[in-house]
């Protein structure tokens, strides 16, 4: 049987993360061109960093919740093998799932994060005719593409560990002697 606490604890978990992507997304970073007056120079201004402390909160709390579950299952590679049958072939499925949704939800939300951070520093002037000043930022939907992942990250590590839990409790194979007692007939 699946514990109750775990789910409800991963659920808790992933929805923090999947409001804190969510909230990074609203919240990137956006650059204006300001005009120095005593240099004539042209250059960037950022708004607020935000985003980035959200996308790398919603990285370590998606990091957390994935860790807790592969504890609990025990990641496939320790303890006793599972019990063969359909809740055994959906876990591993699953798992593999799991795994896959949960990298790319790291990847978009680590690549966000070190992208919002990152401020151009460069000037141009006005007066040199210089290329014109590119204020560089986070593309749109990078934070809500890591919350969508964490979103199917949140419920195909909901559905692994069900099915990890069924195919772990059922019933237990029979450990005695394998072959069929002989016995001299008379």
């Not at 992933?14 to 609203?26: P, T, V």
């Not at 949960?102 to 002037?125: D, M, P, Q, W």
């Not at 934070?143 to 195909?156: D, K, L």
């Amino acid at each position: 049987m699946a514990s109750k606490l775990l789910i409800i604890t991963i659920f808790v978990l992933d929805l923090i993360a999947f409001g804190l992507a969510i909230a990074a997304e609203r919240r990137r970073s956006t650059a204006t061109i300001k005009e120095d007056a005593e240099d004539n120079f042209n250059y960037c201004v950022y708004d607020s960093d935000i985003a980035t402390g959200f996308g790398v909160g919603a990285f370590l709390f998606l990091m957390v919740s994935q860790i807790i579950i592969m504890v609990a299952s025990r990641c496939f590679c320790c303890g006793k093998a599972l019990s063969p049958g359909g809740s055994r072939a959906c876990a591993i499925l699953l798992f593999i799932i799991c795994w896959v949704t949960f990298f790319i939800a790291e990847v978009c939300l680590l690549a966000g994060s070190v992208r919002n951070a990152y401020h151009t520093k460069y000037r141009s002037s006005i007066l040199m005719s210089d290329k014109p000043l590119s204020c560089e930022t986070l593309r749109k939907g990078v934070f809500a593409a890591g919350a969508a992942f964490i979103f199917f990250t949140s419920i195909i590590s909901q559905f692994y560990y069900v099915s990890y839990a069924k195919a772990r409790g059922g019933p237990v194979p029979y450990g005695g002697e394998a072959g069929v007692g002989m016995a001299a007939y008379k």
